[in-house]
Every structure is written in C-alpha cells, then in structure tokens.
C-alpha cells in the first residue's frame, strides 16, 4: 500500500515561515491535499490539488509537489496556526484514500 | 450550508457490534461520493471506507474488510458504517466526510467516539 511520511514536528517563531514535508513514492505525479486539525476539532482543507486553497484559507497557506516530496509552506506564522497537519492522496492502485503520519506544528 | 453529523457512537465490548450514521444536509446527498475516516486516540487520521453516489461501489481499507460495511440511503439523506467483530483498535473517533472520487474530502463532521472495551 502506499505510505506517505512527514516530520512528527515542526517548530517555528512567529512571522517565520513553516515548511512540511510529506514524503511519498513518486508524489509528484498525484494529487496532494493539506488539512489542518486542532485539538478536539475536525479537519479542515488548506491546499488541494498540490496548490490551490479553498475559499476562506489566506494566502499565507502554499504548496508545492515534486518528485517524491510534497511541501505544505505556511508563511508569517500566528500561534493561531499551530495544529497538526495531514497530507493526503489518492491512491488510484488500490482506490484508496491515504493519509500521511502528520505533523505537529509548533509556535514558538 | 453544508452539515454532517454523526451519531451512533458509544462503548461496545470486544467481538460487539455498532452502527453509526451520519445525517447530512445543505448539499445535493445523493451527487457526492461519502467516506469515513477515524481518527484513535492521540493518533493520525485513517481513512475506513468510500462510497460511490449510487452505492454501487465501496472500498474499504484492508483493516476493516470483511467486519464493516458502508452503506447509504440518498432518500434520508444518510450514510451508514455497520461495525461487526470490533477490536480494541478499533477505538476511535469517528468523522462522516463528504468527498468526490480521487478529490479531496471538503466538509467533516464532529465525529462519533466509538470506545471497543471490556
């Protein structure tokens, strides 16, 4: 099956820039998606389709996909930014949805 | 606007079985594929199963084969996931998230905490 890794965590001070890793076989020829969870809450869609943001998230949230690694790029970081993050494809091998380890975001 | 919310959820033993639903509003039900993702305690999210607008196709993740079944009614406007022989990991909380085939999941619901123990 196919396994998509990221960095358990990432720390960051305030109005730097956020980068997160999602590492997977040939990533670049799919479709990469982004949510963010904080604690006791659902996800919520960042990025999909490897850069474009839903209505409603700030351009501060990017993302990038090649090779074998897909990036989650969050610029001028608010504390209201820290959460986990997930990234997600789909697996058209075994017509499954994948989710990646996800990634603690942490401001400092 | 867009609302899924599920119910269901609860303590069963192990080798037990539950069935959770999910009531969904705001959006044409029967246009979009659905999907159920859990989410264990202090872990990661893990998608459990898919299913197709009509119903005429399901995938699930190999973990859950053969013990839970999706199903919808589009005349209700709900989805469903039967869970037969529950483990203990099988202990999670549960989210009914609205998708498209291979795109993204776009809305979520608060999800249904289900507690496998004895």
């Known amino acids: 099956s196919y396994v998509l890794t990221q960095p358990p965590s990432v720390s960051v001070a305030p109005g730097q820039t956020a980068r997160i890793t999602c590492g997977g076989n040939?990533?670049?020829?799919?479709?990469v998606h982004w949510y963010q969870q904080k604690p006791g809450q659902a996800p919520v869609l960042v990025v999909y389709d490897d850069s474009d943001r839903p209505s409603g998230i700030p351009e501060r949230f990017s993302g990038s996909n090649s090779g074998n690694t897909a990036t989650l790029t969050i610029s001028r970081v608010e504390a209201g930014d820290e959460a986990d993050y997930y990234c997600?494809?789909?697996?058209?091998?075994?017509?499954?949805?994948?989710f990646g380890t996800g990634t603690k975001v942490t401001v400092l | 606007e867009v609302q899924l919310v599920e119910s269901g959820g609860g303590l069963v033993q192990p080798g037990g079985s539950l069935r959770l639903s999910c009531a969904a509003s705001?959006?044409?039900?029967?246009?979009?594929?659905m999907s159920w993702v859990r989410q264990a305690p202090g872990k990661g999210l893990e998608w459990v199963a898919n299913?197709?607008?009509?119903?005429?196709?399901?995938y699930y993740v190999d973990s859950v084969k053969g013990r839970f079944t999706i199903s919808r009614d589009n005349a209700k406007n709900s989805l469903y996931l039967q869970m037969n022989s529950l483990r203990a990991e099988d202990t999670a909380v549960y989210y009914c998230a609205r998708c498209q085939y291979s795109s993204p999941i776009d809305y979520w619901g608060q999800g249904t905490l289900v507690t496998v123990s004895s």
């Open positions: 040939n990533i670049g020829s799919k479709s």
């Open positions: 997600q494809v789909w697996d058209s091998s075994s017509d499954h949805q994948v």
């Open positions: 705001g959006f044409t039900f029967s246009s979009y594929w």
């Open positions: 299913i197709k607008q009509d119903g005429s196709e399901k």
